[in-house]
């Protein structure tokens, strides 16, 4: 079975403070993306990387920066945390269906990031 | 950018009812995802459509996408309380295998 695992799944940080998120998923999927998921506005992609130190940007990546080192491993930064940016964070690798074509992409059980 | 409306945006329901739920787009659909998520976890893979017309099911879960290919809907028949949740559409958005997400619909399923 897939997995992806996060490093946190809750946190609690200052205004201000650097935070980290890290992703990690063990069937060497190429794409790996961080979301955000908030009450009304359903999911929006922060960044999403389709190879190793590849990145691009979402549709809401102001305030965040991201990293993949390596292929299983995607974080996220959050380099100068904000109230606003208290949320629930979400990561996913995905893998082609042969079948079809198309996707499917693995989540992992999210990090419920509190900014005090 | 496509947009992806859903409906109802919550649902309660009696254990045994059938129910369905609704997602619409601004655009054409070229690959139709639906995805379950439990309260306060990640979201799991349920099925994907391609094809106007198209319907797959898997246990009492029936996905459709009409013929027009802008909208899908999901039918769970006999409801479950294991079937409580929150469900979300999401559709092909530019390559990379990014998905654009509806902004769910939530299902509570009473005894």
């Known amino acids: 079975d897939v997995k992806v695992t996060q490093s946190s799944r809750y946190l609690v940080k200052r205004t201000g403070e650097k935070v980290f998120l890290e992703c990690v998923q063990d069937?060497?999927?190429?794409?790996m993306f961080w979301y955000r998921q908030d009450p009304g506005l359903g999911l929006r992609l922060i960044y999403f990387?389709?190879?190793?130190?590849?990145?691009e940007k979402g549709d809401i990546p102001e305030g965040y920066s991201v990293s993949r080192e390596k292929k299983e491993r995607f974080s996220l930064i959050l380099e100068s945390a904000s109230t606003n940016q208290t949320s629930m964070y979400l990561c996913?690798?995905?893998?082609?269906?042969?079948?079809?074509?198309?996707?499917?992409?693995?989540f992992g059980p999210g990090t419920r990031l509190t900014v005090t | 950018s496509q947009e992806l409306e859903q409906s109802p945006q919550s649902l309660i329901v009696q254990e045994g009812k059938n129910l369905t739920i609704n997602c619409t787009s601004s655009k054409t659909l070229y690959g139709l995802y639906w995805y379950k998520q439990k309260y306060g976890e990640g979201l799991i893979f349920l099925m994907m459509l391609q094809k106007g017309g198209e319907e797959k099911s898997h246990e009492k879960i029936t996905a459709k996408l009409d013929e027009k290919k802008q909208q899908s809907s999901l039918h769970i028949t006999a409801s479950q309380p294991s079937h409580a949740g929150i469900y979300l559409c999401g559709a092909d958005s530019g390559g990379y295998q990014k998905v654009t997400f509806g902004t769910g619909t939530k299902l509570q399923v009473i005894p």
């Open positions: 990387s389709y190879d190793v130190k590849m990145k």
């Open positions: 069937m060497d999927h190429e794409n």
């Open positions: 996913a690798s995905s893998l082609t269906l042969e079948e079809t074509g198309g996707y499917e992409q693995y």
